[in-house]
């Protein structure tokens, strides 16, 4: 089984505009698509460093001298790359979202296709799983979760099947919330409500939203003036915030302007929106809500 077919392959790592001496950071390394292809591009000088918090992914690791692989969340980007003695870097990749890997192994919990454990870690050294947010949130903080990270109008509906449920016996596996969730999902839509809740819980179980931001605020801190950040995401909530922070440096809100209207902006975007080919969406099904956002530190 291959493990993760790297979604815009060419496009992300043509971002980076790879000096051949340079140092570079893929911080979502998974099956190691997006690193060989930096790797192809670097020269004897050259040096990769990659972040993976899948354990599973140290099976990939490339075994060259110029590359080092941190089992580690990209969210401690800076800390980690100090302490191999990198302060600053001249590109940074990010491909954001669950590796085709995470989805195909049933018992990761991953996918609405399979039946296995709610799980749904990244990194199995979470102490925080699915089952715990399913059998142990009380039913404000479900309806939160199913609002914000799922984007789902009836959450708190949903919040309450689970808290109805839940006092008759355990929901142990994907199967049986699939079957406690049923009575809520109309046939011609059931899929891509799953598709949201199963994403929702994900992303409180790996804190995503905030790994993500405290990612994004590093990554302007150890990237060099005219260093480059390629990022592809999967969803909106992902997009939103790579496509806020690229813009002006914030998450929420606006910066504060001088006297003359002006705001100093952190980026220059380099290319305007990228998306999948028909060609490639084809090939790589994953690849058909990818969003490519590429940008320059000023």
């Known amino acids: 089984m291959e493990y993760h077919n790297p979604v815009l392959l ?7 505009n790879i000096q051949p001496g340079g140092i570079y950071v893929d911080v979502t390394f998974g099956g190691g698509g997006h690193s060989r292809e ?3 591009r670097l020269d004897a000088d050259g040096k990769l460093y990659a972040f993976d918090q899948d354990e599973d992914a140290l099976a990939n690791v490339i075994a060259d001298d110029r590359f080092t692989l941190i089992n580690e969340n990209f969210r401690y980007l800076k800390r980690f790359l100090r302490f191999h003695g990198v302060r600053q870097v001249d590109g940074i990749l990010a491909d954001l979202g669950v590796s085709s890997h995470q989805f195909d192994v049933a018992e990761r919990g991953f996918s609405t296709r399979f039946e296995g454990d709610l799980d749904m870690r990244m990194s199995q050294k979470n102490a925080l799983n699915a089952y715990k947010v399913v059998n142990e949130y009380d039913e404000a903080n479900l309806r939160r979760v ?9 959450a708190p509906v949903i919040a309450r099947t689970i808290m109805e449920a839940r006092t008759q016996k355990p929901v142990k596996n994907t ?6 969730l049923a009575k809520l ?5 059931a899929n891509k409500i799953l598709a949201q809740i199963y994403q929702a819980i994900r992303i409180e179980v790996n804190q995503e939203m905030e790994a993500l931001k405290e990612f994004l605020e590093q990554s302007l801190e150890v990237l060099k003036p005219g260093g480059r950040l390629s990022v592809i995401s999967y969803h909106s909530l992902e997009d939103r915030l790579v496509k806020r922070f690229i813009r ?3 998450f929420e809100g606006e910066p504060e302007r001088d006297f ?5 902006v952190p980026f220059k975007t380099i290319e305007k929106l990228i998306v999948p080919d028909e060609a490639e969406i084809a090939r790589n099904n994953r690849a058909r809500s ?7 530190k000023l």
Not at 10 to 16: I, N, R
Not at 146 to 154: A, I, Q, T
Not at 260 to 264: T, V
Request: glycine share 8%.
């Open 260 to 264: 003359f209207g002006n705001f100093s």
């Open 38 to 40: 930096i790797m192809s």
């Open 10 to 16: 060419k496009e992300t790592v043509d971002g980076l």
């Open 185 to 189: 999902l109309p046939p011609h839509k």
């Open 290 to 296: 990818a969003k490519l956002r590429v940008a320059e």
């Open 175 to 180: 199967e049986q919330l699939k079957a406690v």
């Open 248 to 250: 002006n440096g914030m």
């Open 146 to 154: 199913f609002l914000e990270y799922g984007e789902l109008k009836n």
